[in-house]
């Protein structure tokens, strides 16, 4: 009997701790069997709760955008019409200058201070300071037409007073007072104001018979014209001269003029009596 009864007391233990062991896996199972619904219900109240914050975003997102977008058709409204604008003062601004310079680009001062120069158009006002009191003091576009002429003039002068110096003093003096005269003009005509057309006109002046300049935003006289070359609007337009360098018009046409009319003279006098009267008159004598 004492042989027997440790085993049985040996075997209950082992007994016990089965039943234990399966105790745990149903109060596991009837767990697991308890939280699925449970997480069921969890997991469907989040998506709940999802889709109310999705609807709820949904609809507080007009309200959120409602007043920025109004906002921002009227800035845009603005900011196109400003483009508009610029636009066309872009389109202004390439029609009134070469190589898409406008007026208010070319118009600008160089230097500041009495003597500071500017561009009107393709004319250089070299100071602006002698312009406004003498009306001197431009360069046309063409200013290499200038030069030209004064050389050929030089070298002219150079050829007849040698051979005026064989008939006199006298033969000399008038030849080198046409070729001064005929150099003075030249200057006068080339660095004179034509009559550019600058700023509005005056306020006691009748402008029912001007027209309106769109390439340089000026009123133009009556006798006036744009000129192309010069980019330009003057005063009594007669026409450009390239061998001047600038327009020819009410400021510098008296000049131009005497420029003819003394460089023809000279000519005449140096074929007529420098090359064929006077050393005839020599020979005679």
């Not at 989040?46 to 609809?59: C, F, I, M, T, Y």
């Not at 600008?108 to 602006?128: D, E, F, T, W």
């Not at 431009?138 to 002429?149: A, D, E, Q, R």
């Amino acid at each position: 009997m004492s042989a027997v009864l440790p085993e049985k007391e040996l075997e209950t233990p082992s007994n016990d701790a089965e039943l234990d062991d399966d105790e745990k896996v149903e109060n596991a199972e009837t767990e697991d069997a308890l939280k699925a619904p449970l997480s069921r219900q969890g997991s469907s109240v989040s998506k709940e709760g999802e889709n109310e914050d999705g609807l709820s975003e949904d609809q507080e997102s007009p309200k959120k955008f409602i007043e920025p977008l109004e906002i921002e058709e009227n800035d845009k409204a603005t900011e196109s019409e400003d483009d508009d604008d610029e636009d066309d003062d872009d389109d202004l601004e390439a029609l009134l200058g070469e190589n898409g310079e406008g007026r208010a680009k070319t118009q600008k001062s160089i230097k500041q201070g009495c003597c500071s120069s500017k561009r009107v158009g393709n004319v250089l006002i070299v100071c602006k300071g002698v312009h406004r009191r003498s009306g001197y003091g431009i360069v046309g576009p063409h200013w290499l037409g200038p030069i030209v002429v004064l050389l050929l003039i030089s070298w002219a002068s150079e050829f007849f007073v040698r051979r005026a110096i064989h008939l006199g003093p006298i033969s000399t003096s008038i030849c080198v007072i046409f070729m001064l005269s005929s150099v003075y003009n030249l200057l006068d005509t080339s660095f004179r104001d034509p009559g550019i057309v600058i700023g509005k006109p005056a306020i006691n002046e009748d402008i029912s018979e001007h027209r309106w300049c769109d390439f340089c935003n000026v009123y133009q006289p009556p006798d006036g014209a744009h000129c192309p070359d010069c980019n330009v609007c003057v005063s009594g337009y007669d026409h450009h001269c390239v061998w001047m360098g600038v327009c020819i018009g009410k400021g510098n046409m008296k000049p131009f003029l005497r420029f003819n009319m003394s460089w023809l003279l000279y000519l005449l006098y140096c074929i007529i009596w420098i090359s064929i009267l006077g050393p005839l008159m020599n020979k005679v004598s």
